[in-house]
């Protein structure tokens, strides 16, 4: 189908195909609008014929099979807010008893029966993690923080030290009041591992025992997890490794930080479950996980051809397209399929926040490439208290709501594609029942385009490099201290430790220790030929 061709059979959507493609989900406060996607009617045979795939394939993961053969793993985070469904007493067991724990330890923080070395209560919490060891939490707190928290919380997410001395120094004297969260299921991750012995220091710096204020959340026997018995930190809780980062947000987690901010972690996990049980419904029409996986299969014709850019007109969800890119990406980017045939799948995500959006990049939306599709969510009530009326009859959320049915049909009107996620208002179970409907979609999806969405083997490939840049920057400090009279430039460094293949990495890493005074740099009339020497 041509643009122009698409543009002509987008200028209206009546009411009769608007109710056709409407699902309203009251038991959720939920409802999805795919009225805009420019679907067929009905399913087509050939991809009816996927999804009852799809949901047999579903059904095993649920029953654990192993869904991650990379790793001989079972993926098992539908287990977490219905331990009923796990395969063994064993498994059931440790998520209740877990979530009692979590109860229990965080009754005791808020009763300040857990106190810090040299203050009466913790009042702020302090998470270490990257990617789904972070981005679950911040955006979960986010979308649900308010002035009654129990606690306020703090998040180092990568390695970047002055990002590391912003955030301590936003904490400043607050740091004697402040429990120290580290989340890692192998122990060894290097990003929260450095931010780990960063805030380590900071708190030995300002006479506080790290031990005294810090709490673990790995996998058993990690090097974290025998660091935290060894110290004897406040506690250490359980990371599975049939839980994936990227959907860890209903374990520990994402639970742990929940409870300690003062949320309901039992209506997060009824949200999600309910949302589990609509999505196993074999009648694609009545899927609400089913319709997304045909609508990104629809607009990307299978092969992630467009991106979706998630547009939510709320700011409590700003946080929402940050989270879901690394659950879309990292689980449907994949260069091979599930026989081994290169396909190079993948779905680009991105977004902002309406109506920030429309003085951003809606603007292309509009008129440039047609080579996305919009997923808005509208959040239906505006706040706890009435609301001032800015116009006779107007409110600010009237404004709201007017610019994002407006930039929904502006976009329609010029032949691009969007589908609206409806919520009534933001609480626990509705944020569940979110997070748990692009879970389901996602898992959907990929079993539709044959891949494996839960493994990364490019992201472990990127560890190792990283790994080997590392490796190549200490064997020229090495190098450069046993010589400490003499000049090199990159060329010649790279020549002596014969890796005259990687001679840019080796000027890139030498004007990175020039620049932090660790090595001496002598400017010449050009960058290559710059030298550099031991300090």
Not at 36 to 51: A, C, H, S, T, Y
Not at 107 to 122: G, L, R, V
């Amino acid at each position: 189908m041509n643009h122009k061709q698409n543009k002509g059979m987008t200028k209206s959507v009546t009411w009769q195909n608007f109710q056709q493609h409407y699902l309203d989900l009251p038991e959720l406060g939920i409802a999805l609008d795919t009225s805009r996607m420019n679907v067929p009617d009905k399913l087509p045979n050939e991809l009816g014929i996927l999804f009852r795939n799809a949901f047999q394939q579903m059904q095993n993961l649920e029953k654990g099979g192993i869904a991650n053969p990379d790793e001989n793993r079972m993926v098992g985070h539908y287990w977490l807010r219905n331990p009923e469904l796990a395969p063994s007493k064993d498994i059931q067991t440790v998520i209740s008893s877990t979530l009692e724990k979590i109860q229990n330890f965080v009754a005791e923080i808020h009763q300040n029966k857990i106190q810090p070395q040299k203050a009466a209560s913790f009042r702020n919490v302090l998470l270490l993690g990257i990617g789904g060891s972070a981005l679950g939490p911040q955006f979960v707190l986010s979308a649900l923080g308010s002035g009654t928290d129990s606690m306020q919380f703090y998040y180092i997410d990568n390695t970047d030290p002055d990002g590391i001395d912003q955030v301590m120094a936003s904490i400043g004297k607050g740091l004697g009041e402040t429990l120290t969260l580290v989340i890692s299921k192998s122990g060894g991750t290097k990003e929260t591992r450095n931010a780990m012995l960063e805030v380590r220091d900071v708190y030995e710096k300002n006479g506080l025992d790290f031990t005294k204020h810090a709490v673990a959340v790995t996998g058993a026997n990690s090097q974290l997890d025998q660091l935290a018995a060894q110290e004897n930190w406040l506690d250490c809780f359980p990371m599975w490794d049939w839980v994936g980062g990227r959907t860890s947000v209903f374990s520990v987690v994402g639970l742990l930080p929940a409870a300690l901010q003062g949320l309901n972690i039992y209506e997060f996990l009824a949200g999600a479950k309910k949302m589990d049980e609509i999505t196993r419904s074999p009648e694609v029409s009545n899927n609400p996980a089913a319709l997304l996986a045909w609508m990104w299969h629809h607009s990307g014709r299978g092969q992630g051809e467009k991106a979706m850019v998630l547009l939510p007109y709320k700011d409590r969800l700003l946080l929402f397209s940050r989270y879901l890119q690394q659950l879309v990406m990292e689980s449907i980017g994949k260069e091979k399929d599930l026989v081994g045939k290169k396909v190079n799948q993948g779905l680009t995500v991105y977004g902002n926040k309406g109506s920030t959006d429309q003085h951003a990049f809606v603007q292309q939306l509009r008129d440039g490439t047609d080579n996305f599709f919009v997923t808005f969510i509208e959040v239906l009530k505006d706040r706890e208290n009435k609301s001032l009326e800015v116009e006779p009859g107007v409110t600010s959320g009237d404004f709201l709501q007017g610019f994002l049915l407006g930039t929904r049909e502006a976009l329609f009107q010029n032949g691009r594609t969007s589908l609206t996620i409806t919520l009534e208002e933001i609480n626990t179970q509705t944020l569940g029942a979110l997070i748990a409907l692009f879970e389901r979609t996602v898992g959907l999806y990929a079993f539709l385009v044959g891949i494996n969405a839960y493994h990364q083997p490019g992201v472990e490939s990127g560890k190792q490099a990283a790994g080997d840049v590392l490796e190549l920057a200490v064997k020229i400090q090495h190098h450069l201290r046993s010589h400490p009279e003499q000049k090199f430039t990159a060329t010649e460094l790279a020549d002596i430790l014969q890796k005259t293949i990687n001679t840019e990495t080796v000027f890139q890493l030498l004007l990175h220790l020039a620049a932090n005074d660790r090595v001496q740099k002598f400017d010449a009339s050009s960058p290559f030929s710059t030298n550099f020497q031991a300090i």
